[in-house]
């Protein structure tokens, strides 16, 4: 169990109680913050990301009981543990029954201490991984808003579910197109901090001249026209998730600044001697070989060991093509307007697009059915629809000649459907756009049997 990204807030109005909970915290691995009181915690859990709240019951002002109702019904996905001495034990069983999920009794013994965090923590990891398994249930395409059931999709649905329960930085890997950005979409709505900021930064689309401002935020009259103090969308997040898209874009004196950021979890905007505490999620991507980059000193070896704690790389849509029936039918639903005029996608044309290369990856296969259903004038997208690089394979194909029979792309998008759908011929049709009459006919046509199945998979 890592403990190291969970933090908890100390509220107790005795210094020397505060300072034996965070030895014991800190012995165990977790990050802590304290207040003197409750009035202090709140300022505290407006400012930042907390996952526990250790209080006491008695203290002056507002005391812990009223502490714990504010965080159950503001702070959502912060857990409360009660301190209190052995006569108030009422009072801890009401604050249970008020939704903390212990209470812990002065003095205590540390080992029983330990425990009860321990416990604490494991069942937020299950809360989180349940959560993330719910959402994965949800949708019939894939996972979160990405679709496709392909091996190497699952590899990254289950790299996802168990990046997302924890605060460590993602680097996403993977050529234009792919979907980084829905990867990291899909860990922050998976996370417990899913109610904070998702704050989307493209570091090859900033001039070079107002990118160091847009990241770490300037104050007044640091420059010229800076006339009034701007926070960084470092800084913005606020214990959400920052999303760092093509990094390697980013000038290499502000990827020296960023580690800096990123190791003391704090920013410091531009002529300013005050550190902002920066709490937020870092997840980062780029297109480039990354080591590549690093040999010729366009991206800092530091910076990629501190990004690289968990990698996912994403697939191009050539090696999961067993997906492309699922994709054209989710872009068709997505896109074909109010109207709904267009109910499939024939037989042919989807052979096509199965057997195109698809250099832009999955991007390029949206803005395709986006155009074919733009272009086309019936219920159906044929192949007319598509356009002539579709058609022609403009560049190196996948494999064989660069145009394949008709009869033999079609063949093969049969089986590749058939194959995303585990054999089902029904699944299959609905993939492919036809009925269930065609594709009887068609298997019989082309003599395809489970032997035949077998042999592409």
Known sequence: MQLGDQTVLVVDDEPSARDLCRKILKVQGFRVEEAESAARALEILERSLIDIVLTDVCMPGMDGMELLKIVKSRFVGTDTVIMTGFGSIPAAVEAMKLGAYDYITKPFKVDDFRRVFERLVALRDLAAENRSLREQLKTRHGYANLVGTAPKMQKVYRTILKASAKRHPVLILGESGTGKELVARAIHASSPWRDRPFVPVDCGALAPTLIESELFGHVRGAFT????????????????????????????????????????????????????????????ATNQDIEAAIKR?????????????????????RERKSDIAALVRYFVERHQGEEGRVAEVSSEAMARLMNYNWPGNVRELENCIQRALVLGAGPVIQTKDLPSNVLYQVGPPTEGPEISPLEEMERRAILEALRAAGGDRLRAAKMLGIGKTTIYRKLKEYRLGDEDLAKSA
Do not use: C, H, W
């Open 225 to 284: 026209g800076a006339t009034q103090n701007r926070q960084g969308l470092l800084a913005s997040a606020r214990g959400g998730t920052v999303f760092l898209d093509e990094i390697a874009e980013l000038p290499v004196e502000l990827q020296a600044k960023l580690l800096r950021a990123l190791q003391e979890r704090e920013v410091k905007p531009i002529g300013s001697n005050e550190r902002t505490p920066m709490d937020a999620r870092i997840i980062a």
């Open 297 to 317: 000193g366009s991206v800092r070896k530091d910076l990629y060991f501190r990004l690289n704690v968990v990698s996912i790389k994403m697939p191009p849509l």
